[in-house]
C-alpha cells in the first residue's frame, strides 16, 4: 500500500516536471559521483595578512597553513600557539576568553571549552577560492 502510494507520488511529480534536471552548483558541478570529475587547482592560500571581516561576531580567518595541525579527541596542535603560556612563548594571538567559558555551566574554565575545541568548525583558511555560486552577500559595514 505504502509502495503504490510512493510510486504514484513519484509518477504526479515526473509528470508535473519535478525532479528535473537541475545544474548542481557545488565543485563537481554536474559530474555524477561515480565518474571521475576533473582536478580542481588548489585554491591559492593567502597568508599572512589579515583579510577584512564582514560582520563584528565573524570569526576571523585563518592566515597560514593548517596541514599539520592535528585536532582530535585527544590533541588540538593549534593550541600550542593559540592558548596560555604557549601565547607568551611563540607571540601569537591567544584564543579568547570566550572559547574558555562552559557553555552549560556559564562558568570561566581553564581549558577550552568543549564547543569550541574543533577549531576549524569556524575558523578557516583564507584562500582566494572563488564563490561557489552568483550571489549579492556583502559586508554588513557596506549595506
Ligand atoms: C606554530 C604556531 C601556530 C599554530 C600551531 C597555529 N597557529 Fe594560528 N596563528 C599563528 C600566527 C603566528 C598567527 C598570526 C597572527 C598572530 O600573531 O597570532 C596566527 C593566526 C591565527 C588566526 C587569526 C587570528 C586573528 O585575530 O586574526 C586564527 C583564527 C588562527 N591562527 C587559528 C589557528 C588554528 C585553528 C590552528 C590549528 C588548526 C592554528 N591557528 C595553529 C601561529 C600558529
Ligand atoms: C563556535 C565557533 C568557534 C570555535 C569552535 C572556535 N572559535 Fe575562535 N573565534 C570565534 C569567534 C566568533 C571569534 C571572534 C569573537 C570572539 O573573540 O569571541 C573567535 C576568535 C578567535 C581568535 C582571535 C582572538 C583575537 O583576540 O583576535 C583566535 C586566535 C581564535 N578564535 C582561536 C581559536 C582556536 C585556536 C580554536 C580551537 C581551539 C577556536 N578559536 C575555536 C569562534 C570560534
Known amino acids: 500500500m505504502k509502495t503504490k502510494f510512493l510510486i504514484s507520488i513519484l509518477l504526479v511529480g515526473t509528470l508535473l516536471g519535478f525532479g528535473q534536471s537541475e545544474v548542481l552548483q557545488g565543485l563537481r558541478g554536474d559530474v555524477p559521483v561515480d565518474e571521475e570529475n576533473i582536478v580542481v587547482e588548489p585554491y591559492q592560500m593567502q597568508e599572512g595578512i589579515t ?3 564582514n560582520y563584528r561576531q565573524q570569526p576571523p580567518l585563518i592566515p597560514h597553513k593548517i596541514e599539520k595541525y592535528q585536532i582530535n579527541l585527544k590533541a588540538n596542535q593549534c593550541l600550542r600557539c593559540h592558548s596560555w ?3 607568551s612563548d611563540f607571540k601569537t594571538v591567544a584564543a579568547p576568553e570566550s572559547h574558555f567559558i562552559d557553555a552549560q555551566s556559564g562558568h570561566r574554565t581553564d581549558n577550552i571549552a568543549a564547543g ?3 577549531c576549524t568548525q569556524c575558523h578557516v583558511p583564507q584562500s582566494n577560492a572563488p564563490e561557489l555560486i552568483d550571489n549579492t552577500f ?6
Not at 556583502?138 to 549595506?143: G, N
Open 138 to 143: 556583502s559586508s554588513s559595514d557596506k549595506q
Open 85 to 87: 603560556p604557549y601565547n
Open 51 to 53: 583579510l577584512h571581516k
Open 116 to 118: 569550541r575545541w574543533f
